[in-house]
Protein backbone atom coordinates (compact mmCIF):
# COMPACT_ATOMS: atom_id res chain seq x y z
CA UNK A 1 0.00 0.00 0.00
CA UNK A 2 1.29 3.86 -0.73
CA UNK A 3 0.12 6.84 1.20
CA UNK A 4 2.72 8.94 0.31
CA UNK A 5 1.55 12.63 -0.33
CA UNK A 6 -2.35 12.03 0.11
CA UNK A 7 -1.93 11.82 3.95
CA UNK A 8 -1.20 15.73 3.63
CA UNK A 9 -4.31 16.55 1.33
CA UNK A 10 -6.63 18.57 2.69
CA UNK A 11 -9.41 16.67 1.37
CA UNK A 12 -8.30 13.21 2.43
CA UNK A 13 -10.82 11.20 4.22
CA UNK A 14 -8.22 9.92 6.49
CA UNK A 15 -5.57 11.72 5.97
CA UNK A 16 -3.96 13.84 8.70
CA UNK A 17 -0.69 16.03 8.10
CA UNK A 18 1.15 15.04 11.33
CA UNK A 19 1.18 11.05 9.66
CA UNK A 20 2.19 13.20 6.17
CA UNK A 21 4.91 14.68 8.34
CA UNK A 22 5.96 11.18 10.00
CA UNK A 23 6.24 9.17 7.03
CA UNK A 24 8.34 12.23 5.52
CA UNK A 25 10.38 12.64 8.42
CA UNK A 26 11.02 8.59 8.21
CA UNK A 27 11.54 8.64 4.37
CA UNK A 28 14.26 11.10 5.16
CA UNK A 29 16.26 9.32 7.62
CA UNK A 30 16.63 6.58 5.60
CA UNK A 31 17.80 8.47 2.59
CA UNK A 32 20.33 9.87 4.98
CA UNK A 33 21.26 6.81 6.22
CA UNK A 34 21.33 4.73 2.83
CA UNK A 35 23.57 7.94 1.39
CA UNK A 36 25.86 7.85 4.03
CA UNK A 37 26.43 3.94 3.22
CA UNK A 38 27.13 4.43 -0.67
CA UNK A 39 29.67 7.38 0.14
CA UNK A 40 31.12 5.12 2.98
CA UNK A 41 31.20 2.68 0.17
CA UNK A 42 32.69 4.70 -2.85
CA UNK A 43 29.75 6.11 -4.29
CA UNK A 44 27.79 9.31 -4.99
CA UNK A 45 24.10 9.94 -4.34
CA UNK A 46 23.43 12.22 -7.35
CA UNK A 47 19.56 11.99 -6.45
CA UNK A 48 17.15 10.90 -4.07
CA UNK A 49 12.70 10.67 -4.39
CA UNK A 50 10.18 8.84 -2.60
CA UNK A 51 10.79 5.44 -3.95
CA UNK A 52 14.40 5.63 -5.70
CA UNK A 53 18.23 6.39 -5.50
CA UNK A 54 20.40 7.12 -8.19
CA UNK A 55 24.38 6.81 -7.69
CA UNK A 56 27.48 7.30 -9.44
CA UNK A 57 30.79 5.38 -8.74
CA UNK A 58 33.45 7.90 -7.41
CA UNK A 59 36.34 8.00 -10.46
CA UNK A 60 39.40 5.97 -9.43
CA UNK A 61 37.44 4.44 -6.74
CA UNK A 62 36.92 0.57 -6.13
CA UNK A 63 33.51 0.41 -5.34
CA UNK A 64 31.57 -2.00 -3.34
CA UNK A 65 28.91 -3.75 -5.56
CA UNK A 66 25.33 -2.75 -5.34
CA UNK A 67 23.91 -5.45 -4.28
CA UNK A 68 25.65 -5.90 -1.38
CA UNK A 69 24.55 -2.34 -0.34
CA UNK A 70 21.30 -2.52 -0.68
CA UNK A 71 21.45 -5.68 1.74
CA UNK A 72 23.27 -3.53 4.06
CA UNK A 73 20.91 -0.38 3.73
CA UNK A 74 17.87 -2.73 4.22
CA UNK A 75 19.73 -4.39 7.31
CA UNK A 76 20.25 -1.18 8.68
CA UNK A 77 17.44 1.18 8.13
CA UNK A 78 14.71 -2.07 8.10
CA UNK A 79 12.92 -1.41 4.74
CA UNK A 80 13.91 -3.53 2.18
CA UNK A 81 16.33 -1.71 -0.70
CA UNK A 82 16.88 -3.70 -3.99
CA UNK A 83 19.11 -2.62 -6.66
CA UNK A 84 17.04 -2.64 -10.06
CA UNK A 85 19.48 -1.91 -12.58
CA UNK A 86 22.08 0.23 -14.01
CA UNK A 87 21.45 3.19 -16.55
CA UNK A 88 23.74 3.68 -19.71
CA UNK A 89 22.61 7.62 -19.44
CA UNK A 90 20.14 9.72 -17.02
CA UNK A 91 19.19 13.29 -17.48
CA UNK A 92 17.77 15.63 -14.74
CA UNK A 93 16.33 18.35 -16.45
CA UNK A 94 16.81 21.67 -15.08
CA UNK A 95 14.27 24.57 -14.36
CA UNK A 96 13.86 27.12 -17.66
CA UNK A 97 15.31 29.80 -14.95
CA UNK A 98 17.33 27.94 -12.46
CA UNK A 99 19.65 25.17 -12.18
CA UNK A 100 17.68 23.21 -9.70
CA UNK A 101 15.98 20.37 -11.07
CA UNK A 102 12.73 19.96 -12.36
CA UNK A 103 10.45 17.74 -9.94
CA UNK A 104 8.06 16.62 -12.82
CA UNK A 105 10.63 15.88 -15.64
Not at 4 to 29: D, L, P, V
Not at 40 to 62: C, Y
Not at 65 to 79: H, K, N, Q, Y
Amino acid sequence: MSCFGYQGFSNAKFGRIECHEAINAYARKILLDAKEIFEANEWRLVHGIVDSLWVTANDDEEQTPLEELATAITDRVGTRLEYETAFEWVAFVPLRDSEQGALTK
